[in-house]
């Protein structure tokens, strides 16, 4: 196994153009030889001595390879006794297409994957109020996305389902979760967040699962595979919501908030700085969400979902309507409607009104790890130093209400300054009665369906209000 770490330690000594090579070189034979002799060993108990040997060999090349080549650079210099500049530093266009530590832990998993035909698929569960029935997502292009088998597969994560008449819509939405989640406060923390992390997509895999498919199985012990339909959208999306009225099989609407340039996964930490003055992150804001660097956009995308488009495979976006607000629209991410509908509770049909809530534009969550990860964001709608500057002076967050076909913000209420408003949820009036009109929308005896009723937030509020009211504020 030390082979491994040896070969890889030495790669990294020439990918890193001899600079500082020797320490990387020592420091790659070692950890490298380290993490493929630990994984070798347990493929070789596993499965057995040599493949066990080669395995371990070549994890070791690829992360003493790495490791020879950050240690390398983290420890040379370029002979003018400056600091060479990293191989995929953050002003490389590379950055969002492939990182270097993340390129090669992956491609470490993947080949043990491979081997070991570990189970790494997506399944959808059916219940009725009896047994479980549980559908096994397969690429309808029956592409050999991976080496064991061609079920879909998840890289970021994926927390919701959305329904229409004939489909199911899932998404794999922009909130990497991996190793780094784990690493904070560690005296290491910032090289070790550099090596693990996992930088959002900044396109979004929609997956589009026909409900035809889901039927009941006769042995509720094994499962079946059905075809999920997998279509691109551009720009990030953390949450998203369909109409229920798919045209007969034919079209769904989506309509989304694209959080752009905003890794929400991420939270203040110690060992980040503020910018662009380069502060220290106050003790009191650690572990807050961390600041966005472009403005979100609301987004309506209409996608194409006849017999003659899944017979090819293909779903197609045939409209998308995009839209923002300076004042508003600010790392919009939750949402709420009138989701009671008469009789049955039923969805509604065509979503008339959105409620979003932002987060707004904050100086205090603004960062240099953000600003590095996203200085060369390929959708960018607002220049990034105009960002820093409008963060400066400071944007409230705010609840909005979101006409959903046009897209126009047609009422808010702005919170007041250092209070963060979250998790909206929309209370219908007591009392109401009437029937839903057709469309999922309109007037009701008592008022218009989507706004008869109130919006309940959960507010972050200023730890000096706290503490002289002893006392919450409900908005």
């Known amino acids: 196994m030390l082979l491994g770490g040896f070969i890889g330690g030495f790669v990294g000594w020439l990918l890193d153009k001899f600079r500082g090579g020797f320490i990387g070189l020592l420091l790659g034979v070692f950890i490298g030889g380290f993490i493929g002799g630990f994984v070798g060993g347990f493929i070789g108990w596993f499965l057995g001595g040599f493949i066990g040997l080669l395995l371990g060999g070549f994890i070791g090349l690829l992360l003493g390879g790495f490791i020879g080549l950050l240690l390398g650079w983290l420890t040379g210099d370029d002979g003018d006794g400056t600091q060479p500049k990293p191989p995929f530093a953050p002003s490389d266009p590379l950055i969002n297409k492939i990182q270097t530590g993340e390129f090669y832990l992956r491609l ?3 080949v043990v994957s491979a081997v070991l035909c570990q189970e790494n698929s997506v399944y959808l569960i059916k219940w009725k109020g009896d047994q479980l029935h549980k559908y096994k997502l397969v690429d309808s292009n ?12 998840i890289q970021q994560s994926m927390h919701q389902i959305g329904v229409t008449e004939n489909f199911l819509v899932l998404a794999d939405t922009s909130f990497t979760v991996g190793i780094e989640q784990i690493i904070n406060n560690l005296l290491v923390t910032k090289p070790l967040r550099q090596l693990f992390r996992i930088i959002p997509s900044q396109n979004n895999s929609i997956y589009i699962v026909d409900r035809k498919q889901l039927e009941d199985l006769e042995d509720v012990e094994e499962y079946k595979e059905v075809e999920a339909y997998k279509v691109e959208i551009p720009r990030e999306i ?5 109409d229920y ?11 989304a908030a694209h959080i752009c340039a905003w890794d929400i996964a991420q939270w203040l930490r110690k060992g980040d700085k503020l910018v662009p003055e380069n502060h220290e992150i ?3 804001l650690l ?3 961390i600041g966005e660097m472009d403005i979100s956009l609301m987004g309506r995308h209409v996608i194409d979902v006849s017999p003659e488009k899944l017979n090819q495979g293909k779903p197609e976006i045939t409209s998308t309507n995009l839209s923002c607000n300076t004042f508003f629209t600010w790392a919009s991410g939750l949402y709420t409607y009138d989701d009671e509908q008469f009789p049955g509770h039923t969805p509604p049909e065509k979503l008339d009104k959105i409620y979003w809530s932002s987060l707004g534009l904050w100086e205090e969550l603004t960062t240099k790890f953000m600003y590095d990860q996203y200085e060369n ?3 960018r709608t607002i220049e990034l130093n105009k960002v820093l500057e409008l963060a400066k002076k400071g944007i409230p967050s705010c609840l909005y209400k ?5 897209l126009t913000i047609e009422d808010y209420y702005k919170f007041p300054r250092s209070h963060i408003g979250f998790s909206p949820q929309f209370v219908p009036k007591e009392g109401r009665t009437g029937s839903a009109p057709d469309g999922g929308s309109g007037s009701y005896p008592d008022g218009d369906s989507s706004t008869d009723g109130y919006i309940v937030c959960v507010v972050f509020t200023p730890i000096e209000e706290v503490d002289r009211t002893s006392s919450r504020t409900l908005f």
Do not use: R, W
């Not at 029956?142 to 597969?153: G, L, M, R």
């Not at 953390?238 to 369909?242: K, R, Y």
């Not at 798919?246 to 079209?251: A, F, P």
């Open 377 to 379: 964001y390929e959708y």
């Open 402 to 406: 979101l006409d959903a076909e046009s």
């Open 245 to 255: 009225y798919d045209n007969n099989g034919q079209k769904i609407t989506l309509h």
């Open 108 to 110: 470490s998993f993947e």
């Open 238 to 242: 953390s949450h998203f919501i369909v």
């Open 142 to 153: 029956n592409n050999p996305i991976k080496i064991c088998n061609k079920s879909i597969k």
């Open 282 to 284: 106050p003790d009191d």
């Open 287 to 289: 572990g807050m969400q």
